[in-house]
């Protein structure tokens, strides 16, 4: 659940030692928020940068996975790294400096002899079980056990601020009704000492958090927090424990109406309905082609244990739940005997065990100790073979919509932590990177568009590997299968190249050392790896101490050679191993209707077999449910959630340290920050002077200059000599609006990292990239138009609400065009045009692409940002000079003048769903408005009020939010996964009248100010700090002008709610509505409101 509590995630995945399930490089910033912060990913990063370099990761990580229900969150950006092919050339001139241990947090003052004494522990009712001093991330481990229930806790001292609290429970579920998942909403939803509607929504709307969530995996649930201020973390702390232990939700069966599913009936004259949270957050994931492929691989690999059944949820089946069965199993599983508990940052550890130890002692030792052991799954004798369907659009040629996946379960029970590092490695090896050896197979074969599977992943008790292709035609299915198997064999027979296993090597090592979890808390990334074996009764500690592991894996191969290790790896995991399921997905253009009608079938039936009296009844169940909603706790019930004093804030912004200056001509921006010898360079172009039509080739521009290669190599080892190098280098497209001015920034940032001691070869290689790279492979060029256009397609149904936000803010500012242009429905439109032309026109294509550097690359639109401490930043200066002086120093070209908007009408975008995406906004300046502070804490208060209750609660929709833009002044409304299209769209409308009729306590009003603080002052590392500057120092935005916006957000008042209710009319006078939507939802609305809407359909 990011962004306000719109979200909670559902299922990772992961390979534990590689977890970053932050983005570790990320090039995903907001283009609106004025400060960055946690809201990130909500409604602009789909405009901001090109969906491809979402869509790449940066390690054998979390990624491309099958199994991750709202990856969305998770999905982990580019920074090219590499593996594989011949003997290079042209590194000579780079150093050959070993890796060394990097972490970008200050050096450790931290005494190891902070702790508990076992006395107090002993007091408090806790045995010490083990105690362990982790050198990898600087840190005291103690694990506890709780005498009186066996609950155990994990308490993990450190200097690091941003506090970490998680409690895990074992819950594995029998079936797929989803209880896991909808007991995870509904404990949240009040308890014992907290008895109001949502302390969640509430901790969300008050609090300094930097992480607060919920998230359900196929045989757990987690209830993970973080703060750097200690009162406001022991707070969220006690409500979690509460929520946890002492939920309201197995007494109030109107809870579990509400979050997972009931029946609905306005009036008795009218259909029945489902509606539910969960119910249709699933609807939602079920209509997204790769998530039901995920979930039938996971039913063909496992068809006897717990994980063949989904704990999310399957919309035919959450209707079968009860609310007896329900509460059975939170009595059942929800018990400390059953539970996990982590601590982790610098406060004090005996507070930790007392606040525990509070809770626990009311507990006994459980009944049922063992009923949530999952057993492992058997493997097979011989390999099975599935074939499913799934929704498709009815656009295209469906004969080529084919999906295949190849899945091995790797073993009957968890492996040792050595042979997971090297199945990690191999993974890597095999598929790390566009240049690793079966990807880049796979995409060259032209048998597919783009890659399926999340090669290996193992945050289950048994490890699995995958892999696979969609946009698959019909008659290629067996080539794909085939090509995977002799690819695998002939890597086990002639093994990796040195260079492929140097790069590996050394962007694992950089990514592990450098710990850069990006906004995600390290301390939430360590216990996700620790409870990744903790949760099966193995060693805690095992997953957090990489350093053995490592060497000893690295003396290995240098003993007895790469093959000796890798080889035998995926001849008995893999080729030998029959445990495999071949899942073959088929596209269905009726399904999602069909689906549609099933449903509607049941209720009509059900309906008919009610009586007079069931119908009065249920519509008496369907308005006390809405009542209860509608209400608004009473005061000092709200009064129960601890909350901050505007006291607890700091009244001034912390400026990041930026020194402007200048290097051959061109503007240099330094950073002086502690990066522990970790040197991250910007170096950033002027976009204007390209001509208009050739906007939408850029991010396309942007991914050849990584993955082309050059005229003495190859892209494999272009991109392995930056694996060997770096930690890794990003290429991407940043525009925004400037505030108060016609102008707009358009950027080509080129972001990069490496040890400072390798300052020389990353600048060399961002030289190397943008200067010797050749635009002449014409067939890799058209697997990347493939695999974007097939990456935009999954956008519509996964992510509609930033496509309808980037589609409403391009009838806005020519910025909002350009991002459109670049990463919209636009931008899907072009690549299936740009399909067709690049085998009739590939060298006008090359022609243009040459034409983009041409205009780009100028020393004097030329800007270089720096973040490491002041020494380094003085050591690199010289060789930002020698690359500076590399580039051409003729002026640019003429700014190129660029206008378009896209027309103003409402527009309905088809897609084959059963849930939409409704957006409405309005350009809030071009109505007059001055930005003042007061509109982030009063949009945060919309989102989190208004559109929490109306349009989630009441409308059944997972989310719903609003934001402004303060650069373009464009004021967005967006919901997602929702049941609902007109009525979503007047509830926006009617937020004017909800702000005029506000009435505001001061305890409310201080929530919300203090809750948006919370966003502005999110916790950043060194590297986004920087970034983060130089990002506001692009746009205009000054040091004075933030502290001024913090005032203004600090002195927030009622009145200034009210005064909004105007000027957010705008968005009802003269607001432009897009949705993303099914067909026959936007049929239901022209029934209503004919033509309201211009039908596009693009899939
Ligand atoms: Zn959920």
């Known amino acids: 659940m990011e962004r306000a509590a719109l979200l909670r995630c559902s299922s990772l995945a992961s390979n534990r030692f590689f977890y970053f399930p932050g983005r570790s490089f990320s090039v995903r910033l907001p283009a609106s928020a004025p400060f960055s912060s946690r809201y990130a990913s909500s409604l602009s990063s789909a405009s901001s940068t090109s969906s491809r370099l979402l869509r790449r990761p940066i390690l054998g990580i979390s990624r491309r996975s099958l199994h991750r229900r709202h990856s969305r969150l998770l999905r982990v950006v580019a920074s090219s790294s590499s593996p594989s092919s011949s003997p290079l050339h042209s590194d000579k001139h780079f150093s050959t400096l070993s890796a060394r241990a990097v972490a970008t947090q200050p050096a450790p003052q931290f005494s190891s002899d902070v702790g508990v004494s076992d006395e107090v522990a002993e007091k408090l009712g806790f045995e010490k079980v083990s105690e362990q001093f982790i050198e990898e991330c600087k840190s005291k481990a103690v694990l506890f056990k709780h005498k009186k229930t066996g609950c155990e806790v994990m308490s993990v001292s450190n200097d690091d601020e941003n506090k970490v609290f998680g409690i895990v429970l074992r819950t594995p579920p029998k079936d797929s009704t989803g209880i896991p ?40 649930t987690c209830y993970p927090i973080a703060s750097t201020n200690t009162k406001d973390f022991y707070n969220l702390v006690d409500v979690y424990l509460d929520a946890v232990f002492f939920p309201k939700c197995v007494e109030d069966e109107l809870i579990f109406q509400q979050e997972g599913w009931h029946y609905e009936l306005d009036d008795p004259s009218k259909d029945i309905t489902y509606k539910g949270v969960v119910f249709n957050e699933m609807k939602g994931v079920y209509s997204q082609p790769e998530n039901v492929l995920g979930r039938a691989v996971r039913r063909a690999v496992f068809p006897d244990n717990t994980y063949g059944v ?58 049922s100790p063992s009923e949530s052991t999952i057993e492992p799954q058997r493997l097979f ?24 996946c190849l899945n091995w379960l790797l073993s009957d029970k968890t492996l040792d932590l050595e042979t997971e590092l090297a199945l990690g490695f191999l993974d890597h090896l095999l598929l790390g990177t566009p240049a690793s050896p079966l990807m880049k197979i796979l995409l060259d074969s032209g048998l597919g568009d783009d890659i399926v599977g999340g090669g290996m992943e193992d945050d289950l008790l048994q490890p699995q590997f995958s892999i696979g292709l969609k946009g698959v035609s019909e008659d290629d299915i067996q080539k794909v299968e085939d090509l995977i198997l002799t690819t695998l064999k002939k890597l086990s027979e002639e093994g990796f190249e040195t260079e492929a296993l140097e790069a590996s090597m050394n962007t694992i090592e950089f990514h592990l050392r450098e710990n850069n979890t990006g906004s995600f808390p390290r301390g939430l990334a360590l216990m996700f790896q620790s409870i990744g074996k903790w949760i099966y009764g193995l060693d805690p500690f095992g997953p957090l101490k990489y350093e053995k ?7 290995r191969i240098a003993k007895e050679g790469s093959k000796a290790v890798f080889s035998p790896l995926i001849e008995k995991f893999i080729l030998n191993n029959h445990h495999r399921a071949i899942v073959e997905m088929q596209p269905d253009p009726e399904k999602a209707s069909r689906d549609d009608s099933l449903e509607r079938e049941t209720l009509e039936k059900l309906k008919a077999s009610m009586t007079e009296e069931d119908l009065a009844e249920l519509t008496r169940a369907t308005q006390e449910l809405k009542l209860k909603q509608e209400t608004p706790d009473p005061p000092e019930v709200l009064k129960t959630i601890p909350c901050l004093h505007l006291d607890d804030i700091p009244k001034r912004t912390t400026p990041t340290p930026i020194e402007v200056g200048e290097i051959n001509g061109s503007k240099v921006l330094q950073h002086d920050l502690f990066t522990n010898d970790v040197l991250y360079a910007e170096v950033v172009f002027d976009m204007r002077s390209l001509k208009q039509e050739l906007l939408p080739l850029v991010p396309l521009f942007c991914q050849s200059l990584l993955e082309m290669g ?23 497209p940043f525009t925004s609006s400037v505030r108060g001015s016609t102008d707009l920034c358009s950027h080509i940032i080129v972001r990069g990292k490496a040890m400072t001691g390798r300052a020389e070869d990353l600048f060399n290689l961002v030289k190397c990239v943008l200067q010797e790279v050749q635009f002449s492979d014409q067939q890799r060029f058209k697997q990347f138009v493939s695999q974007s256009k097939a990456g935009m397609e999954s956008s519509l149904s996964d992510g509609g609400h930033s496509i309808a936000a980037s589609r409403l803010g391009a009838k806005f500012t020519t910025a909002g065009w350009i991002s459109e242009q670049m990463g919209g429905v636009s931008y899907l439109e072009f690549l299936q045009d740009l399909e067709k032309r690049v085998d009739q026109d590939w060298d006008g294509i090359s022609a243009s692409l040459e034409e983009i550097r041409t205009s780009l690359l100028s020393k004097d639109g030329c800007l270089v940002n720096l973040t490491a401490d002041g020494k380094n930043l003085t050591a690199s200066e010289k060789y930002v000079s020698k690359f500076l002086d590399c580039l051409p120093s003729s002026s640019p070209a003429a700014t190129a003048s660029w206008s378009a908007r896209l027309p103003p009408g409402n527009e309905a975008i088809v897609i084959p769903s059963q849930v939409n995406y409704v957006g409405k906004a309005a350009n809030l300046y071009e109505a007059g408005y001055q930005l003042h502070g007061s509109v982030y804490v009063i949009s945060n208060h919309i989102s989190n009020t208004w559109l929490w209750d109306r349009v989630r609660l009441m409308g059944g929709a997972y989310g719903g939010m609003s934001q402004f833009n303060p650069y373009s002044g464009v004021y967005y409304f967006v919901s997602w996964r929702d049941p609902n299209l007109l009525n979503t769209l007047d509830v926006y409308d009617a937020t004017g009248d909800f702000l005029r009729e506000l009435e505001l306590d001061n305890d409310t009003l201080t929530k919300s100010i203090i809750g948006t603080i919370g966003d502005v002052d999110s916790y950043q590392l060194p590297d986004a700090k920087g970034y983060n500057s130089m990002l506001r120092y692009l746009r205009g935005f000054t040091e004075e002008e933030r502290q001024q916006r913090r005032e203004e957000i600090l002195s927030t008042s009622l009145k200034n709610f009210r005064e909004f209710a105007d000027v957010v009319d705008a968005v009802k006078h003269k607001g432009v509505s897009v949705a993303v939507a099914s067909a026959g939802h936007i049929d239901a609305a022209h029934k209503d409101r004919p033509s309201y809407f211009q039908v596009k359909k693009v899939v």
């Not at 509607?197 to 998230?215: D, M, R």
């Not at 004798?381 to 295949?404: E, I, Q």
């Not at 592991?549 to 003396?555: E, F, G, I, V």
Request: aromatic share 12%.
């Open 381 to 404: 004798s011989k390999p099975v073979r599935v074939v499913h369907k799934y929704p498709a659009g009815d656009g295209g040629d469906l004969k080529k919509k084919h999906m295949v």
């Open 710 to 732: 050059t005229k003495d190599m190859s892209f494999v080892q272009l991109n392995q000599l930056i694996g060997r190098k770096t930690g890794g280098i990003s290429v991407y």
């Open 181 to 220: 998942h909808i007991l995870e909403h509904s404990v949240l939803c009040g308890s014992r000492k907290y008895p109001l509607k949502e302390p969640f929504a509430e901790l969300i709307k008050g609090s300094l958090n930097t992480y607060l969530n919920a998230i359900t995996f196929p045989d757990r």
């Open 549 to 555: 592991p490592l060497m000893a894996l690295k003396a």
């Open 310 to 367: 989904d704990s999310g949820g399957d919309p035919t089946v959450i209707p079968k739940l009860t609310f007896e069965e329900f509460k059975e199993f939170h009595r059942k599983y929800y018990h400390p005997s059953n539970a996990r508990i982590w601590f982790y940052g610098d406060d004090d550890p005996s507070e930790r065990l007392r606040i525990l130890s509070e809770y626990l002692e009311m507990f006994g030792s459980s009944s």
